[in-house]
């Protein structure tokens, strides 16, 4: 970074060298010659005239490194007539009538020409070439600066701050917001009239470079963010002092910037656009699995409770009780499991849309699991179900209904995915700052690559296969947990089931509570 920034500075003084060397080479070239005067008048004793000029070729050699192609020329000028004057015979004098006077006097002029103009081209083409080296170090900071940002704010900060770095200019640039231009990053205390924002309008609605001269303070100049398909933005920079003296590479590299700037603000549109096609992908994806799951699920009970009136009203008569009974049976059955349904995608949609509210009460957690358990006495049957309890069991702030159905749904998945007749287990034990609470079957258990897909809306694990259900039980249980601030995952025991556990915190006093107990 600090290597960018001293080429940078080093661009900063290139890009003004050419206006100001030639109002101060003048001077500098006479001065120059001059010197080579005194050192000719100490040298002349001791050399010949023809030897003494070499010296102001050297002289002119040197004009021509550090002054300029033009002051260069006059050295070569007084260099010519200070020679012929005071070191060709007749001293102090001119004698043009002898062709050895003439020779050297235009031999010195044509030569010093020549060495002037050669010297200004090569010093040329290397000030330009280190003047390209500053600006593609400038751009390629620019560029890497801009390759990690992902908004448009952040964008407008790091262009104008390089603008500064580089050139130490007054910085604006504008975004478009509609039909609207909207400022969204300035820099050193740049102050914009009426006037200068309708310049940057105008550039931004023709999409070419506009400009305004700022009495006092230099040229006002808009440079628009645009790329082939779209306008961005506005880049404003007031050029003065040093940058104005060399506008035409200043306003090439700003051109540079805005195109970077330009690509950038496109990328950072086009990568929002794709995050918004992918939302709208998972959107109806996740509307096509509730569609199909809903029309299943939906489905398969009302036929069931359609086809069991069917038959209650046009065979009611032929019909003997036990039969009946058993229609009635199954009707109110499959009527439950759409209530149970109906309430599931309810209380997705109100975990979704954070309309639950929690009614906190300190509960017992046997009270929580006996509940639970006898809300699920029709569905377990004989299965046997084995409860283990840590002793003083704190009681633990929670929604008791909401945690209710947590452990039913817990319980329903178990039994979905266990062989009949197989035992459930519940435990409840506490951390020093959580309370905890595990379901385990013995079934076989979900490979370690579905574990966390789990408890995703409507997804169900493909085996075993004829398993009934939504995919919203475990979704929902997680949903609930988060809500009490706790955490809920899914493991695989040893010998084959699965364990599912959950925490809920534990409020301060409760936590000391176990300090003690953990201490006793």
């Not at 070569?76 to 020679?83: D, E, G, I, P, W």
């Not at 801009?146 to 701050?161: E, Y």
């Not at 309708?198 to 009495?215: D, F, I, L, N, W």
């Not at 050029?239 to 910037?257: H, I, K, T, W, Y």
Request: hydrophobic residues 45%; negative net charge.
């Amino acid at each position: 970074m600090n290597v960018a920034l001293d080429k940078s500075d080093k661009l900063q003084r290139l890009s003004c060298l050419l206006g100001s060397s030639t109002a101060l080479g003048y001077p500098a070239s006479i001065l120059l010659v001059a010197a080579a005067t005194l050192v000719c008048e100490v040298l002349r004793h001791f050399l010949p005239p023809l030897n003494l000029l070499m010296v102001y070729l050297v002289t002119v050699v040197l004009a021509a490194l550090n002054v300029g192609l033009k002051p260069a020329i006059l050295a070569v000028v007084l260099s010519a007539f200070l020679h012929n004057f005071l070191y060709i015979p007749p001293r102090i004098g001119f004698d043009f009538q002898h062709k050895e006077y003439l020779g050297i006097f235009f031999g010195l002029l044509v030569t010093g020409s020549v060495i002037s103009s050669l010297v200004t081209k090569a010093r040329e083409r290397a000030e330009a070439l280190r003047i390209r080296e500053a600006e593609t170090a400038s751009l390629y900071r620019l560029s890497r600066e801009l390759v990690t940002v992902t908004d448009s704010s952040a964008i407008a900060a790091t262009v104008v701050a390089n603008i500064a770095a580089t050139l130490a200019v007054p910085s604006a640039l504008f975004l478009k917001r509609g039909e609207q231009l909207e400022l969204l990053e300035v820099r050193d205390a740049f102050v914009l009239d009426d006037e200068e924002r309708a310049t940057a309008v105008e550039a931004g609605e023709t999409g070419h470079y506009t400009e305004r001269y700022r009495p006092f303070q230099g040229t006002y100049c808009c440079f628009p963010l645009t790329t082939p398909n779209h306008t961005f933005g506005v880049l404003a920079v007031v050029l003065s002092g040093e940058a104005a003296e060399s506008p035409g590479q200043v306003r090439r590299l700003l051109d540079a910037f805005a195109t970077q700037a330009a690509l950038a603000l496109e990328r950072v549109e086009l990568a929002h656009q794709a995050e918004q096609a992918q939302n709208l992908r998972a959107r109806q994806k996740l509307e096509r699995a509730l569609l199909n799951s809903v029309s299943h699920d939906l489905r398969t009970p009302l036929s069931t409770i359609t086809g069991v009136l069917s038959s209650i009203l046009e065979e009611g008569d032929r019909l003997n009780a036990t039969i009946r009974r058993e229609l009635l049976e199954n009707a109110r059955g499959e009527a439950d499991r759409l209530n149970r349904f109906v309430g599931k995608l309810l209380d997705m949609t109100r975990l979704e849309a954070g309309d639950v509210i929690l009614r906190m009460e300190p509960c017992d957690v046997q009270d929580l699991i006996g509940c639970a358990l006898g809300a699920m006495e029709r569905q377990l049957l004989n299965r046997p179900v084995t409860v283990t309890l840590a002793p003083d069991l704190p009681l633990v702030p929670m929604d008791m209904a909401l945690m209710n159905q947590v452990l039913i749904n817990l319980l329903d998945n178990a039994l979905k995915y266990s062989p009949a007749g197989s035992a459930l287990e519940i435990s409840a034990w506490c951390t020093p700052d959580a309370l905890m609470i595990m379901t385990a079957d013995h079934g076989p258990g979900i490979p370690d690559q579905e574990l966390e897909r789990i408890f995703d809306k409507f997804y169900r694990v493909p085996v075993p296969e004829g398993v009934s259900g939504t995919g919203l039980g475990l979704s929902i249980c997680h949903g609930i947990v988060e809500a009490h601030s706790g955490t809920i995952h899914a493991h695989n025991r040893e010998g084959g089931g699965l364990c599912v556990t959950f925490s809920i915190p534990l409020p301060p006093t409760a936590q000391q509570h176990q300090d003690t107990h953990h201490g006793t």
